[in-house]
């Protein structure tokens, strides 16, 4: 299972990921996962690598990511079970805005390089949610202020609606637990997956 989780901070990418992670350990199933695609990369660097990390110049930046891209599209194509955070998505909504503005980023360019079978997952909530998760449980290095939550939904959803990605849902997060979320994925994922992924299908909770 090739997975591409995607949607505002705060909407439950990263929860979602290491959900499916952990189910998948717990029945012998190894994802490969990266979830380091948002500048700076928490999962990987200590505090002052972050630091140097959003410092760069924003063409270095800019020049950074879109090779972490196209590294990623290798990875995908080498691991049949993958998790992805934001990945080319991600960088579509954030680069311009927040890295480098005034660059100009194409990703469609990348998807005919992706697997056939890769299942694209939209994650959103509600503007007033994404603002309430902002203040009960900040992220060390917060990227979207509050003032841009609405314009940044706004902005994954029609990202989304314009991939050539042909698998793919959305899940609305507003009012799911971490366990809610995992079972509302293996509901919506299960008619999107191929002969592959059977044995997914038999272990699905």
Not at 67 to 75: E, G, N, P, S
Not at 95 to 106: A, I, L, Q, T
Not at 183 to 189: D, I, L, N, P, R
């Amino acid at each position: 299972m090739r997975i591409v989780a995607v949607g505002c901070e705060y909407s439950g990418v990263s929860t979602l990921i290491d959900q499916i992670d952990r189910w998948g350990k717990s029945r012998g199933i190894h994802h490969h996962l990266d979830d380091h695609f948002t500048i700076p990369d928490a999962y990987h660097l200590v505090a002052e690598e972050q630091q140097a990390m959003m410092e760069m110049l924003p063409a270095i930046k800019e020049r950074f990511q879109r090779f972490q891209i196209v590294y990623h599209i290798r990875v995908l194509d080498r691991h049949q079970h993958c998790l992805l955070g934001g990945f080319h998505i991600e960088e579509a909504v954030y680069g311009p805005r927040y890295y480098y503005p005034g660059m100009n980023v194409e990703v469609r360019e990348y998807e005919p390089e992706l697997p056939d079978d890769l299942i694209l997952v939209h994650l959103h909530a509600r503007p007033e949610v994404i603002r309430q998760r902002m203040e009960s449980a900040p992220h060390p290095q917060p990227l979207v202020p509050s003032c841009d939550v609405d314009e940044i939904l706004e902005r994954f959803d029609q990202e989304v609606r314009q991939s050539w990605i042909h698998r793919h849902f959305e899940i609305d997060t507003s009012q799911l637990s971490p366990e809610q979320l995992l079972a509302t994925f293996f509901e919506k994922v299960v008619p999107h997956l191929d002969s592959k992924d059977s044995l997914i299908r038999l272990l699905s909770p």
